[in-house]
């Protein structure tokens, strides 16, 4: 009970403050209300009413808090002059940012309406079963994984070397292709060892030979996985996911309810990151910090939290104007930017005319049209929904994250851990999902889903394949015998 009053205190604390010292002209800051209190209603459900697990809806609730409420209010707050621009050098607009809150509000109020009726479909619903026979084969396909992961490892051992030794400003030697087979597909075979390590661990007898193989296998399969998965040859939005999902493996009680989940995603996003940015981006020294804790204060009112969010990690609702502009000069693409998502496995030297992300042609549209000079944009799921079929587009988005969320529960639940924890991963990766671009969220996941559970699900199978084999063999013998 108390991390619920202490996060509704802070939720309500950072709502009120926004609308009382927003600036912003009375029918934008009345479509911004209309959104919160949609959002208020899905956390008041949330954290009171839902009986069922579900992290999606926690990620979902801080995201469109943080992105879609608290950035783009601190934005316009922050605004200064005649012709005011976001951080994306699109002008500010009131009309078309009452139309993003609308479609905003639409959105949402129909995927929670959608969550609340596909939760009771016992088709949707339904928990995968793990078959008990896998128990036997575990072991073996665990060992299979390790030397799977070997010989990745020395397979791309320059490319990691590459990664490690390359600045972030420079661009990759190798082909993009290349760039996510290794990094989103073949560098979380690993990953998937581990959580079967965890499975043996949790589940059936343990004979001592097999405890400790499984323990070294664990331990080198842990090493590998921080080779390949550390900060210097990864990005935070990807780190994150697995990172937490380890935790969540290790030690789920600490995430084994929506309070847990909603309270630490909340505080890590909408408190803890915006404050460290205001630190990072003070004069003070960290020792005038100790000595005069005030600074941090003064700094805040001296435009502080503005400086925190007038950055492009919080530009999702002003891309969903910027994208508006370009539907007005282009129209709607009928789907054609869902190609670049759905084909991303197709690489452009065979398809030349492959579209781009919708995150890169709205930034190629503000550096043409408004000076700007950074391509590679988010683009949120709204807005995404919208170039391609416009309200109705907005509307489908929303039926089938719905969709995918209910199916992902009913996976949280199953007792197949690689289903389990990639439930609980998409959970996390939700965020940077929905901020967009469509085009990355679904092929990195598709990649790690991939890498998680394609991958050793097809070795099971095989070795299930040979076991079969080997069991008629012996059959056949001993009738000859």
């Not at 490319?159 to 990094?183: G, Y």
């Not at 994208?323 to 496995?345: C, E, N, P, R, V």
Request: glycine share 4%; charged share 15%; net charge positive.
């Amino acid at each position: 009970m108390g991390l619920k009053v202490i996060l509704l205190f802070v939720y309500t604390f950072i709502t009120v403050a926004l609308f009382v010292t927003f600036d912003g002209s009375f029918d934008v800051r009345f479509s911004f209300l209309i959104n919160a209190l949609i959002l208020a209603a899905i956390t008041i459900y949330h954290v009171f009413i839902e009986r069922t697990y579900s992290p999606f809806i926690s990620s979902f609730i801080v995201f469109t808090f943080l992105f879609f409420i608290v950035a783009p209010m601190v934005q316009i707050n922050s605004f200064e002059g005649i012709n005011p621009t976001f951080e994306n050098k699109f002008p500010y607009d009131r009309k078309l940012t009452i139309y993003s809150n609308t479609l905003i509000a639409f959105f949402n109020t129909t995927f929670f309406l959608c969550y609340l009726l596909f939760k009771k479909s016992k088709i949707i619903s339904k928990v995968p079963v793990w078959r008990q026979s896998s128990k036997r084969i575990t072991p073996v396909l665990i060992l299979c994984l390790a030397i799977f992961t070997f010989f990745v490892f020395l397979a791309s051992y320059t490319f990691v070397s590459d990664e490690l030794s390359r600045p972030a400003w420079r661009k990759s030697i190798f082909p993009v292709i290349t760039f996510l087979i290794w990094k989103k597909v073949f560098f979380l075979v690993p990953f998937a060892g581990l959580i079967l390590c965890f499975q043996y661990f949790k589940n059936g007898q343990k004979r001592a030979v097999n405890l400790v193989t499984i323990c070294a296998l664990f331990f080198f399969l842990g090493l590998i996985l921080f080779w390949f998965k550390n900060p210097l040859v990864e990005k935070r939005n990807a780190l994150g996911p697995l990172y937490i999902s380890l935790f969540f493996l290790v030690i789920p009680r600490l995430f084994n309810t929506n309070i847990k989940t909603l309270f630490f995603l909340f505080f890590t996003m909408i408190v803890a990151f915006p404050l460290s940015a205001i630190l990072t981006h003070s004069e003070a020294s960290f020792k005038e910090i100790l000595d005069n804790p005030v600074i941090v204060f003064d700094h805040m009112k001296g435009g502080g939290i503005a400086t925190a969010f007038n950055t492009l990690n919080y530009d999702a609702f002003s891309n969903i104007l910027a994208t508006m502009d370009y539907i007005k000069d282009y129209g709607y693409s009928m789907g054609y930017q869902l190609l670049s998502a759905f084909l991303f496995f197709v690489p452009r030297a065979l398809w030349e005319d492959k579209p781009i992300s919708t995150g890169q042609l709205v930034g190629e549209h503000l550096i043409d049209n408004y000076d700007f000079t950074y391509s590679n944009l988010s683009n949120p799921l709204v807005s995404e929904g919208f170039i391609n079929f416009g309200f109705i587009g907005v509307i489908v988005a929303a039926v089938l994250l719905a969709i995918v969320l209910v199916r992902a529960i009913a996976w949280l639940k199953s007792e197949d851990y690689l289903k389990k924890i990639m439930a609980f991963y998409l959970a996390i990766h939700l965020i940077f999902l929905l901020r967009g671009d469509f085009t990355n969220g679904f092929s990195y996941y598709v990649g790690a889903l991939i890498g998680v559970v394609v991958i050793p699900k097809c070795i099971e199978e095989l070795l299930r394949f040979f076991l079969h084999k080997q069991n008629i063999w012996k059959q056949s013998k001993a009738v000859k015998d």
